[in-house]
């Protein structure tokens, strides 16, 4: 293993980013002087940080540096996917404490660009310095869009429908999974410790969990995938939503957010909220609410978006869209009706990073 002093700043920022090659005509210059330089004529420039803790946003424990580099990426590019704009740079931040290694940023950088090739994004430049905390990731992702055609949270209007991609819940369900196996894990550990057992504490250094039948929900929480590909399908059917963002922190708390910018209320139906087979079945083995746990989970990565009801023909032949309700006047509050018919307030209980430091 390589110690990252031995290369210094500059040693690893040039390591890691060396045969970086620029892919869009709007790259003029990338990694290697003061600033990048960008060339954006005709477009609007769409511009989106996010910043990620070790200890809040993600635990090293069960995910490897190859898929957070991955995850990290990811989450900036569906930003921009959200605004129904097209990535195209990113920048790219590392605090980094002693116990990381030339090799381990070798594993992020490669899930990094795994991302960005998937979705034709440069890296364009960064930063590096050292943290006494854990590892921090500040991404900044760039992208363009079509003068009139970017899409905000504020443009709901009464009778829109709301609309979803994919499923959700399954993020949150496979986090609740890593969780109560890393709980396992350390309680078995203290226990041999406790009573000295060096047989059971070798076996536990070489301990796999059994997570057979629950893939995908480990998939959803560890490799998380930017709906691009849903943004490409709208424009080929020519339907532009009226309110856009992605479910980070949870369905419930994003619909909210658009019905308060845009000054609308809604109606969404529980029976019509997409959730898959292994979410339920992990909701159930928890002894969770699925409902719940999809309103409020977070971390799908999903769209939701509004659109105007004369594209309702066009909207149910987009394969992974799912119709969930309608956007209603403001006075009517916004409402989740149960499948038995029974109506309740939404609440914006997702996640909430800084709650705990309140």
């Known amino acids: 293993m390589t110690d990252i002093a031995k290369l210094g700043e500059f040693g690893l920022i040039d390591h890691l980013t060396k045969d970086i090659k620029p892919k869009n005509d709007s790259t003029v210059y990338g990694v290697g002087d003061d600033c990048a330089v960008l060339h954006y004529p ?6 989106t940080t996010d910043l990620l803790m070790e200890g809040v946003h993600f635990d090293l424990t069960y995910i490897d540096l190859q898929h957070l580099g991955y995850k990290s990426a990811m989450v900036n590019i569906s930003d921009v996917f959200a605004m129904n704009g097209t ?53 900044t992702c760039i992208g363009e869009g079509e003068k009139g055609r970017i899409v905000y949270r504020n443009g ?7 609309c979803v991609t994919g499923d959700l819940g ?21 226990e041999a410790r406790k009573k000295n057992d060096k047989k059971t504490l070798e076996e536990l250094a070489h ?12 998939q959803r929480q560890l490799q998380t995938e930017a709906r691009g590909d849903i943004i490409q399908k709208l424009r080929e059917a020519n339907i532009l939503p009226t309110a856009m963002m992605d479910i980070s922190d949870g369905l419930s708390s994003e619909l909210i957010h658009i019905c308060k910018q845009s000054g609308v209320g809604c109606r969404i139906f529980e029976k019509n909220i997409p959730i898959d087979y292994q979410t339920a079945v992990m909701a159930e083995e928890l002894n969770m609410n699925v409902t719940t746990c999809a309103l409020n989970g977070g971390e ?16 149910q032949q987009i394969e992974g869209v799912k119709l969930i309700g309608h956007i209603t006047e403001e006075k009517y509050g916004r409402v989740l009706v149960t499948r038995d018919g029974n109506e309740f307030d939404l609440k914006a209980q997702g996640w909430n990073p800084l709650e705990k430091a309140e």
Not at 207 to 218: C, I, N, S, T, V
Request: charged share 25%.
């Open 42 to 47: 005709d477009k609007e420039v769409l511009v």
């Open 207 to 218: 301990f796999q969990p059994d997570f057979a039948g629950k893939e995908y929900l480990l």
């Open 156 to 162: 709901a209007k009464n009778t829109d429908l709301v």
């Open 170 to 190: 399954a993020a949150y369900m496979g986090l609740q999974l890593l969780e109560r196996e890393k709980s396992v894990y350390y309680q078995q550990v203290a």
């Open 87 to 139: 990535p195209r740079q990113m920048t790219v931040s590392l605090a980094l404490s002693k116990r990381f290694t030339v090799e381990d940023m070798e594993q992020f950088y490669s899930g990094l660009r795994m991302a960005c090739d998937k979705w034709g994004v440069d890296i364009v430049g960064g930063d590096t310095t050292s943290s006494y905390t854990g590892l921090a990731i500040s991404i």
């Open 300 to 315: 799908d990565y999903e769209l939701l978006f509004t659109v105007p009801i004369g594209d309702h023909e066009k909207i």
